[in-house]
């Protein structure tokens, strides 16, 4: 079965400084993995998503996601923060191979960035 | 687009009341999801639909809660008789079809107290 395992519930960086989201994937079969963003107050808006293109994923805002397979690891970085990435963000797996798969999503991770 | 839309968007209820979620897809979409976010257990997928067909409820709680699908253009979540601990946001999501590459739009979300 897939699932996804967010690695650190709260994160809290600098502003300008480097953000490192962990996600780690299980799956079968080769995965299609999402990244979510969710302000406060609001629904999940996808941020980028990975379908068996490029290992390396940009996405809006400028963050980007790398798929490893040999990791088994799907992390989302963003060079600089920025006060208004603040938010929670969420790792999702859907199993591939033409199914009707479910989107599984992680936890989340709940980013903080400091002044 | 409007994108998805779901109403109310603020329910408060007494327990054994009857509550009747809403949620309209984005115009064009076949593939329909319900969702349900608590700080305890994160976002869990109730039931979703393809062409207005229910593929898996494997997520509803129980038999308080049904969903229905009369046409592609409207979903409800009803809930019968509620109680405290269905207090959550519960979010309706879209997707173009059941391509596994294919992203899920999301609403923003009902969230409902009930006492």
């Known amino acids: 079965a897939q699932s996804v395992t967010q690695l650190g519930s709260h994160v809290s960086v600098s502003e300008g400084a480097l953000v490192l989201l962990r996600c780690n994937y299980s799956?079968?079969?080769?995965?299609?993995l999402f990244w979510y963003v969710q302000y406060p107050n609001q629904g999940l808006q996808l941020l980028l998503k990975?379908?068996?293109?490029?290992?390396l994923v940009k996405g809006i805002n400028g963050f980007e996601a790398e798929f490893k397979k040999s990791e088994t690891s799907f992390h989302l970085t963003k060079p600089s923060a920025h006060m208004s990435d603040a938010a929670e963000y969420f790792c999702?797996?859907?199993?591939?191979?033409?199914?009707?798969?479910?989107?599984?999503f992680g936890k989340g991770t709940k980013l903080s960035v400091k002044p | 687009d409007a994108g998805v839309i779901q109403s109310p968007r603020h329910e408060v209820t007494e327990m054994g009341q009857e509550v009747t979620l809403r949620c309209k897809p984005i115009?064009?979409?076949?593939?329909l999801f319900w969702y349900r976010q608590t700080m305890m257990r994160g976002l869990e997928l109730l039931i979703y639909?393809?062409?207005?067909?229910?593929?898996?409820d494997s997520g509803m709680p129980e038999d308080r809660f049904s969903a229905k699908m009369p046409n592609a253009s409207f979903s409800t979540l009803k809930i019968q008789p509620s109680e405290p601990r269905d207090s959550a946001v519960y979010f309706c999501?879209?997707?173009?079809?059941?391509?596994?590459?294919?992203?899920?739009?999301f609403g923003p979300g009902t969230r409902l107290t009930v006492t």
């Open positions: 999702a797996v859907r199993k591939g191979g033409g199914s009707q798969g479910n989107l599984i």
């Open positions: 990975y379908t068996s293109a490029a290992t």
């Open positions: 639909f393809n062409n207005n067909v229910p593929i898996d």
């Open positions: 799956s079968s079969v080769p995965p299609y």
């Open positions: 999501a879209s997707s173009p079809g059941t391509l596994d590459g294919e992203e899920q739009y």
């Open positions: 115009s064009g979409h076949n593939s």
